[in-house]
């Protein structure tokens, strides 16, 4: 492993690029996923994250690690995964929405629950809206993996609407949830930089990745919700940075990953805070 990236932020980056609104194409996806796999900061990376809509992937070769992130319907899921492991892809986890903002998501988690146990290989990861039904769903999560399945929660942190950013409290409520109950999760949309920020274009307040990883650190070490909180809304580096560089040749607490459509800028913004070795050229 490179000792160019620390532990604590190896494979943290998925690769989003096929993911809306990316429109590179699959081939192009999977050559630019190769030579990122190639490079001195490969340890940063997570898999390809690939549309279930698009698995006749041509990896050319390369056993790539990749993972299938499903706007497909349950039951289309193990044909899809095993298309992609034919194609010679290591698939190690998939990704499927359990239900909609407002909906109760048990009946969906219960599919995923067979997905689960039908194959035993794969980590599943429900996606659970941060709404009502949430702490049950992530009760039936917890008793899934005490019987030794591997489901865990991911959860959408931003989108096309107001609505769909939590506030600093409501995400640091849910990381103590999953902290609570043992639970690993990964995060999707919104977290487009290292740091919170608001978007001048949209005035959306976007969380920031770096922000998730302190936080998840605090929470680790037992702090309430409110000062969970007060990392999540923290808009300066320094009370972020800090604790990253005091736990980097540690494992990573809770925070599995995240998707970024161009997995070079977390990287760069990695880079430029010092918590990353530059290119060693």
């Avoid at 995964?81 to 998501?105: I, N, T």
């Avoid at 740091?195 to 309430?224: C, W």
Wanted: net charge negative.
């Amino acid at each position: 492993m490179s000792t160019l990236v620390p532990k604590l932020f190896a494979g943290l980056v998925d690769d989003a690029s096929l993911l809306p609104p990316s429109f590179i194409s699959l081939p192009d996806a999977v050559v630019k996923h190769g030579e990122h796999r190639a490079s001195w900061f490969a340890t940063l990376l997570g898999p390809l994250l690939v549309p279930g809509s698009v698995i006749n992937v041509d990896l050319s070769g390369q056993r790539l690690p990749v993972a299938l992130v499903g706007d497909v319907a349950v039951g289309a899921v193990p044909v899809a995964v095993e298309k992609l492991r034919s194609a010679g892809a290591l698939v190690g986890h998939v990704e499927v929405p359990v239900a909609r903002r407002g909906e109760d998501p048990q009946p969906g988690l219960a599919e995923l629950r067979s997905l689960a146990e039908q194959d035993r290989d794969l980590e599943v990861y429900a996606e659970i809206p941060l709404s009502w039904g949430l702490l049950a769903a992530l009760d039936t999560v917890a008793e899934c993996r005490a019987e030794g399945l591997r489901l865990a929660p991911k959860f959408r942190v931003g989108g096309l609407a107001a609505e769909l950013f939590p506030t600093p409290v409501e995400l640091a409520a849910v990381l103590c949830a999953c902290r609570d109950r043992k639970l690993p999760f990964r995060l999707a949309a919104g977290l487009r930089h290292a740091i919170r920020h608001t978007d001048p274009e949209t005035g959306f307040t976007h969380h920031g990745f770096l922000n998730v990883l302190a936080a998840a650190i605090e929470a680790a070490d037992g702090a309430e919700v409110a000062e969970v909180a007060e990392v999540l809304a923290a808009t300066h580096p320094l009370p972020l940075v800090e604790p990253c560089r005091a736990r980097r040749d540690g494992d990573r607490p809770q925070f599995v990953g995240f998707g970024a459509a161009n997995v070079v800028e977390p990287l760069t913004e990695l880079v430029r805070l010092g918590l990353v070795n530059g290119d060693p050229g």
